[in-house]
């Protein structure tokens, strides 16, 4: 069963840092490219970042490029995103989730539960 | 970017009616990499439909995708009491970007 649990969310003020961890079982996970994506409080949905199956290649939204760092820990099948210079509009609730497998589509097929990041003072 | 917006904003239907989900994009869709998620309170998003029209493991045929190019629409044929959620759609074409969403609420 293909299982993705997310850590790491949590009250911080306007340009603090957070680090996101999920830990995925399940499946291979040095095979798949994996994503992060958000949800604000009652908004939709909006891609963060995403990493390739080896970890050499990292894409950005503009949104959060100079700031989101995404990587991989194939050892523990954990995947990170660092979050830096936070703010408010960074309020979400972050999803991993994992691509299906075709290379250059980020279609997600399984998704972690999700952690709540909220940035205020 | 390719935009997506997707219509009616909220769906009020009742049981065992027909729903009909509309998703607009900016432009040509490639492959018609599209997909449809499912999204109940509380729950992360869940894999409904992909490339415009085949249905994810497990998902009941009452679902039904369809359309290419620019207007994608989903079907559910006849609404279950667990089929209550709002529905993203999602290209990824390239980049991933998401409709606003649909709410089917109950009537």
């Known amino acids: 069963e293909v299982q993705l649990l997310e850590s790491g969310g949590g009250l911080v003020q306007p340009g603090g840092s957070l680090r996101l961890s999920c830990v995925v079982s399940g499946f291979t996970f040095s095979t798949y490219a994996m994503s992060w994506v958000r949800q604000a409080p009652g908004k939709g949905l909006e891609w963060v970042s995403g990493?390739?199956?080896?970890?050499?290649?990292?894409y950005y939204a503009d949104s959060v490029k100079g700031r989101f760092t995404i990587s991989i820990d194939n050892s523990k099948n954990t995947l990170c995103l660092q979050m830096n210079s936070l703010r408010a509009e960074d309020t979400a609730v972050y999803y991993c989730?994992?691509?299906?497998?075709?290379?250059?589509?980020?279609?997600?097929?399984?998704w972690g539960q999700g952690t709540l990041v909220t940035v205020s003072s | 970017e390719i935009v997506l917006t997707q219509s009616p904003g909220t769906l009020s239907l009742s049981p065992g009616e027909r729903a009909t989900l509309s998703c607009r994009a900016s432009q040509s869709v490639s492959n018609n990499y599209l997909a449809w998620y499912q999204q109940k309170p509380g729950q992360a998003p869940r894999l409904f439909i992909y490339g415009a029209s085949s249905r994810a493991t497990g998902i009941p045929d009452r679902f039904s995708g369809s359309g290419s190019g620019t207007d994608f629409t989903l079907t559910i044929s006849r609404l279950e009491p667990e089929d209550f959620a709002v529905y993203f759609c999602?290209?990824?074409?390239?980049?991933?970007?998401f409709g606003g969403g649909t709410k089917v609420e109950i009537k």
């Open positions: 999602q290209q990824y074409g390239g980049s991933a970007t």
């Open positions: 990493i390739s199956a080896s970890g050499g290649n990292t």
């Open positions: 989730a994992k691509e299906s497998g075709v290379i250059g589509t980020p279609l997600f097929d399984y």
